[in-house]
């Protein structure tokens, strides 16, 4: 039997996550070694930390554009919260058991939905700080040390949303990948993943 497929990302949706990742992984490689000597490795590969520097800023602006253009998008699907989200947090999403079932959902799942919403905060927050250090002459050194400390806080939180949803995008959930690739994904997988979305088509 053919495998039939369904449309769940336009072009311009899949460029611009690409470009979202894309910058997302620089700006983690350009940025790292500030934190860490053992993390220096990492800014030497692209030209030493001055270089390194340089490149964080204007990725940073390339990620802070792209990011926001992309995650508005999807802004409707982020936002189509019900009492199905209630029982998804009550069960974690069926991921901690094998016996608990995810209940249906929409085009994303309630942990998506709160990792949407998220990193619009978070990629507010980080340009807001990032454009703060950026300029340091212009701001107080409490202004200057509260953008820091919020740049790292949010960085680290952001971080370990992506490395999950990276784990749950590919190996944790296969045929996902699919959809933000070549914009299709099977009905198979919708039917499991997005039963709701898949009805609305
Ligand atoms: C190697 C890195 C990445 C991989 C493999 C990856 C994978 C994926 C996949 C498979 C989807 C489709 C999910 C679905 O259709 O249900 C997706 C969607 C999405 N990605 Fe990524 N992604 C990566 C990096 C990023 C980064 C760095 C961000 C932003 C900080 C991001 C933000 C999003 C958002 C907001 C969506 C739509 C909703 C969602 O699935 O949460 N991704 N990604």
Redesign the pocket.
């Known amino acids: 039997m053919a495998i039939k497929y369904v449309e769940?990302?336009s072009p311009v949706d899949r460029v611009l996550?690409w470009i979202?990742?894309i910058a997302?992984?620089l700006l983690v490689m350009t940025g790292l070694g500030l934190y860490s000597k053992a993390l220096l490795p990492y800014m030497n590969l692209l030209g030493g930390p001055e270089t390194a520097i340089e490149i964080h800023k204007y990725t940073g602006v390339i990620f802070f554009i792209t990011?926001l253009i992309?995650?508005f998008m999807?802004l409707k699907d982020?936002l189509d919260f019900d009492s199905d989200d209630a029982v998804w947090i009550s069960r974690l999403g069926g991921y901690l058991s094998r016996d608990s079932e995810e209940p249906p959902m929409g085009?994303?799942n309630t942990g998506?939905k709160i990792?949407?919403i998220f990193?619009i905060v978070a990629?507010i927050a980080l340009g807001v700080t990032g454009w703060v250090l950026w300029h340091p002459d212009d701001y107080s050194i409490a202004t200057l040390q509260w953008s820091l400390a919020l740049h790292s806080l949010f960085f680290v939180i952001?971080g370990c949303f992506?490395l999950v949803?990276?784990y749950l995008?590919?190996i944790g959930n296969p045929g996902?990948?699919a959809?933000?690739l070549y914009g299709e994904?099977t009905e198979a997988w919708a039917k499991k993943?997005?039963p709701k979305w898949l009805a609305k088509k």
């Open positions: 769940r990302y996550h979202t990742a997302f992984a990011a992309m995650l999807h982020t085009k994303y998506q990792y949407g990193a990629t952001i992506t949803h990276i995008g590919t996902t990948l959809g933000i994904v993943h997005a």
